[in-house]
Nanobody, 121 residues
Framework: QVQLVETGGGLVQPGGSLRLSCAAS????????AGWYRQAPGNQRELVAS???????GYIDSVKGRFTISRDNEKKMVYLQMNSLKPEDTALYSC???????????????WGQGTQVTVSS
């Protein structure tokens, strides 16, 4: 079974930065598309940023120019660099990855438990 662990969240002042990390572990697999989602209280979960196994990235408009998603396939890590943080970025941030699982010869999707990001003065 593949497990994801997110780290790097915390309390930061507006204009500050945080770097989220997502570590994937488990039996040998190929990491395909990965993404960072967030959910604020009372809101639906939204996809913030994604990255394909070829390195193509995508972002929601509200974070373009401020957030950067990246990955290290060898280490099975996914990162989200967040700069110029705003109070409206406050949310629980979760990592999601799609993998090719050779033990079932199929694609599977996994989620982490999330890391809280709070932007406040």
């Amino acid at each position: 079974q593949v497990q994801l662990v997110e780290t790097g969240g915390g309390l930061v002042q507006p204009g500050g930065s945080l770097r989220l990390s997502c570590a994937a572990s488990g039996p040998s697999f190929t990491m395909l598309t990965a993404g960072w989602y967030r959910q604020a209280p009372g809101n639906q979960r939204e996809l913030v940023a994604s990255i394909t196994n070829g390195g193509v990235t995508g972002y929601i408009d509200s974070v373009k120019g401020r957030f950067t998603i990246s990955r290290d396939n060898e280490k099975k890590m996914v990162y989200l660099q967040m700069n110029s943080l705003k109070p409206e970025d406050t949310a629980l941030y979760s990592c999601n990855i799609h993998i090719y699982a050779p033990w079932v010869d199929a694609q599977k999707s996994y989620w982490g438990q999330g890391t809280q990001v709070t932007v406040s003065s």
